[in-house]
């Protein structure tokens, strides 16, 4: 099946800046996989590839790493349409959100990839096999689409978020804190937000007495972390 190219398209000033403290990313037994295979790919390696996993899990932040490195054009979700496909041939790219493209967008930037010296990083929350297309031959090239999963943040990774989060806020844990935290919360990103949030506008000392407070009257309001 041949999908037309579409003209027109805006520039890309729609790309995303890699988050900062990109090369600051936890490397733990829930990624490592993910770390190593990204290290060096594309070289000598397939010319598409997923990596997918739950919310929390780190997709974004480690492909951003590896579109620094590469220097690839990272575009995200449905945006990606507006994308001029002339300026992405031949230019690794990287497609955060992945299943939130459109079944066009996706097909031409799998053949981008795959046509010469590009390369297509797909990031999402479900494996390439699990999206939904009305495409037969967009749906044979994800079906081959290697994927790599990442799991829920470990202990590991949950403790580096919590820290970077109450950086950003200008908070220093301590480390009973942090402990404390990480057995009691969900293993979410959105979790650490929410807790840090709620310690964040207690405007007191952020410890471990106040989150033991914070937390158990979440519980008794049917807010649970856990």
Known sequence: MHVPVRRGQLKL?????????????????????AMTV????????????????????????????WAERVGAIALH????????????????????????????TLFHLINLAQSGGGALLLAARPAPRAWDTALPDLRSRLDVVRAI?????DDTVLAAILRARFAARSITPGDEL??????????????VESVVD????????????????????????GELFD
């Open 178 to 191: 942090i402990d404390y935290l990480v057995r009691r919360i969900d293993r979410s990103a959105a979790a």
């Open 149 to 153: 999963s990442l799991q829920e943040p």
């Open 38 to 65: 990204l290290a060096h790919w594309p070289d000598g390696g397939e010319q598409v590839l997923a990596l997918h996993g739950p919310a929390g899990s780190g997709k974004s932040h480690l492909a951003a790493i």
């Open 198 to 221: 709620r310690l964040d506008a207690e405007h007191r000392p952020v410890t471990r007495a106040l989150a033991r407070q914070v937390l158990e009257s979440d519980d008794s309001t």
């Open 77 to 104: 979700g449905a945006e990606a349409g507006l994308a001029d496909p002339l300026e992405l041939e031949g230019r690794p790219v990287l497609l955060d959100r992945a299943q939130d493209a459109d079944d066009e």
């Open 13 to 33: 000033p729609l790309q995303r800046d890699v988050p900062a403290g990109a090369a600051e990313f936890v490397c733990s037994p829930s990624n490592v996989e």
